[in-house]
């Protein structure tokens, strides 16, 4: 489906009904990278609404009058109060999705998860990057350019890994525009005009974070903490992709998150 806001086009899927759960990929993929390896948490459970988006400049969204985080951040608080109302929700965002998602910090966010997220930071204090599994026999048989992006993003190199790659997050690189990704916004239109989180979060707050992760670190996550007194924090020994390395472990702590998310829905809300 499509949520029309002037000129711009936001493509988004729906499953399930109930609380509205909203989920943002990371950069340079699209929602298809999230929804594989989320749905199966969900499986089991009735009452939440998952609601995927393809942020602007990638998958399906048409947005070419976007420029800035701070534009997609108006996007998206117009679709909620289009889609969404005045209910309550709660976002999961990885990576670049991540820091989306802090931008939605608002009386009607009950719920946060942040998997791996950037933060409001130019120089990230990030490990070196580190490399266990590798698997060169199956690399030899991968393009050039998607080889190097799965180096680039992924510790543990094997088979597997590559395969889950190649399905999930390789077909959404195919739709991004990588020209505006690769332009010089991240210089000037990345970040938002000030921290997302000035001001303190209290909602029910998850951050997975990689310990092995040379792409955001995780040292700088320390910091977010402090600004969300509810969060429950969780280092992994994996790398920026931690949900395709250590899956069955985030899977496990966002089905708990979600647990603790039954019963915060509350009809009085004040919208964003």
Known sequence: MFFQSNNDKLFYHIEGDGYPVLILHAMGTDHHAMKKWIEPIFAAKEGFQRIYVDLPWHGQSVCKGIKSSEEVRELLFTFIMKVVGTKQFSCIGHSFGGYIAQGLVCPQLSGLCLLAPAVHKKNRNVPEKAVYGR????????????????????????SG???????????????????FLTSSWRDS???????PLAEQYTGT???IAGKLDSICGYKDYYELIECMPNSTF??????????????????FLIREWVNSLEGSDDPNVTAC
Do not use: C, W
């Open 135 to 158: 698997e060169d026999i199956s690399l030899a048989k991968v393009e050039p350019e998607v080889r190097t992006a799965f180096e680039t993003l992924m510790v543990y190199q094997s």
């Open 234 to 251: 969780v280092l992994l020994q994996a790398g920026h992709l931690l949900h395709i390395e250590k899956r069955n472990s985030v899977q």
């Open 161 to 179: 890994n590559l395969q889950t790659f190649l399905e999930e997050v390789q077909p959404g690189r195919l739709l991004a525009d990588i020209e």
């Open 205 to 207: 707050s998850l951050i």
């Open 189 to 195: 239109g990345y970040f938002f005009n000030k921290s």
